[in-house]
């Protein structure tokens, strides 16, 4: 019998066929990147590659998009982030961008990473690794003490990362509760440079949630392997330094839409629409004692929800968990130049794009590509009937890889769980249709389907109830559950 690492691995590659992805690389695509050369960035670059960068991503990453470093300027703060140039090396419509337009994300399971680019690119020649010199597009914005950016430009560099970082031990030191990392220390300046933009990154996060962001702390769980087998489903914990580089995404995505449209160039948008079950959020918020507008009110939702996070803090990730639920996804669309899109309602921003992350996601090479163009003052490399292809394309592909990436993660669940039959659990549901009932556990992460549901009228999205788990089924993702009195 395979091990489980090795049953989870044939789930994730029978997943991906199943749901029209290619989890090899053509052989065009493969003769392709054998043959790219690590070439020197031609035209006006500027070098920045003294500046103290640094990337801050995963433990296990290797693929990294973005650095960030803090200048001070006449009395003010700059932050710039470098974007790693992957169109200087996957041309457009070549066989390597074309397998990335097929597939457009990389898909993320337990078992394998399926990435968007062969990892001769992805993790090498268009990765932003440490001690190496790579091109990348960099976005540098002004930002004054009350976190609103002042100003912003964009343009290409040389670029040269000082130190690679991970999230859990640059997180234990901005909270004081660890050392600083070596490598983070090996830098002369770089840990007064991280404190500098530690503390424009809260600005910002501040700036944002005056406007009306919303505060949300939801878990996600990770699969935990002891040699080949499934140990537990862990909390992925978030960090201050996790936050420091969501903010900086933040500000970097929407000072790109801004840049494009001020170009006069047409461009992908990501935005989340004013929720259409806004009335189960009032509900929600009524039996806590609080009392939300009839019409969505950002402002509102998230005055409650601090306070909710203030009187249950245990009890908040759920919470969240189920505002988002409500809320609905993100959607991507095109924006032509002064013709407004829906805001996204989370962020509280009306311009916000995909550009950081062009090594995973087709969106952001796409945005890149414009945004190059825009620079060099050249025409848009596509059409507004193309964007418009390629952003219905982007989320029907991404909504295959959110169920691969689930399913695998629900496989390896199962394998935790399979030996614990008959145990009961705190749950909430998650998910409530005419197909069923959903419920996740608070420890370990796990969803599964309530076993007997039927339809959606006894449970709604956030109500707790307690479950007992009565079958999994490792190799379908099946985990199920049925309710009991508490």
């Not at 029209?20 to 493969?30: I, L």
């Not at 002004?142 to 970082?165: F, H, P």
């Not at 330094?241 to 840049?259: G, P, Q, W, Y």
Request: hydrophobic share 40%.
């Amino acid at each position: 019998m395979e091990n489980p690492r090795a049953t989870l691995r044939a789930i994730a590659r029978q997943a991906m066929l199943e749901r029209g992805f290619e989890p090899d690389y053509p052989p065009a695509a493969v003769a392709q990147t054998q043959h790219i050369a690590d070439a020197p960035a031609a035209g006006e670059h500027r070098d920045l590659r003294q500046l103290p960068w640094c990337s801050i991503d995963n433990d296990d990453s290797r693929d990294l998009d973005q650095l960030s470093v803090a200048e001070t300027r006449n009395g003010r703060t700059a932050i710039l982030v470098a974007v790693a140039d992957v169109d200087g090396m996957v041309a457009c419509d070549s066989p390597v961008d074309r397998h990335a337009q097929t597939n457009t994300t990389s898909v993320y399971t337990a078992a394998e990473i399926f990435a968007m680019l062969p990892e001769r690119l992805s993790t090498d020649l268009t990765s932003l690794g440490p001690d190496v010199d790579r091109p990348a597009v960099v976005v540098d914005m002004t930002i004054e003490a009350d976190g609103s950016v002042r100003e912003s430009q964009v343009y290409l560099a040389m670029v040269r990362n000082q130190a690679k970082l991970a999230y859990p031990s640059v997180g234990a030191w901005l909270e004081g509760q660890g050392a600083a990392p070596p490598a983070l220390t090996a830098v002369a300046g770089l840990a007064e440079n991280l404190r500098q933009q530690d503390a424009i990154a809260r600005a910002l996060k501040a700036s944002r949630h005056r406007r009306g962001a919303l505060t949300l702390d939801t878990i996600e769980g990770r699969p935990v392997f002891d040699g080949d087998a499934v140990r537990d489903v862990a909390v992925i914990q978030r960090t201050r330094a996790s936050e420091l580089i969501e903010d900086f995404m933040i500000a970097v995505n929407t000072c790109t839409a801004k840049f494009l449209e001020s170009r006069g160039f047409s461009s992908l948008r990501r935005v989340v629409r004013i929720p259409e079950r806004w009335p189960r959020l009032v509900t929600l918020a009524a039996d806590t004692g609080t009392t939300l507008p009839p019409s969505p009110d950002a402002p509102a939702l998230e005055a409650w929800l601090l306070k909710q996070r203030e009187n249950d803090p245990d009890r908040f990730p759920e919470l969240s968990l189920t505002v988002v639920k409500l809320l609905g996804r993100g959607e991507y669309v095109v924006e032509a130049p002064n013709e407004p899109t829906p805001d996204h309602f989370g962020l509280a921003v009306d311009d916000y794009t995909h550009a950081t992350a062009p090594n995973r996601r087709f969106a952001d090479l796409v945005t890149q590509r414009l945004v190059k163009a825009a620079v060099a003052g050249r025409r848009a490399p596509y059409s507004d009937d193309a964007l418009t292809a390629i952003a219905a394309r982007c989320m029907e592909r991404e909504d295959a890889a959110n169920r691969v990436e689930r399913l695998v993660r629900k496989a390896a669940a199962a394998l935790v769980l399979e030996h614990r039959i008959g145990e009961r659990f705190d749950a909430v549901v998650t998910g409530a249709s005419a197909k069923g009932i959903w419920v996740r556990l608070r420890h370990p992460v796990v969803e599964g389907r309530l076993e007997g549901s039927g339809s959606a009228t006894r449970w709604q999205v956030g109500d707790r109830l307690r479950v007992r788990l009565v079958h999994v089924d490792p190799a379908k993702g099946f985990i199920d559950f049925a309710a009991v009195q508490p």
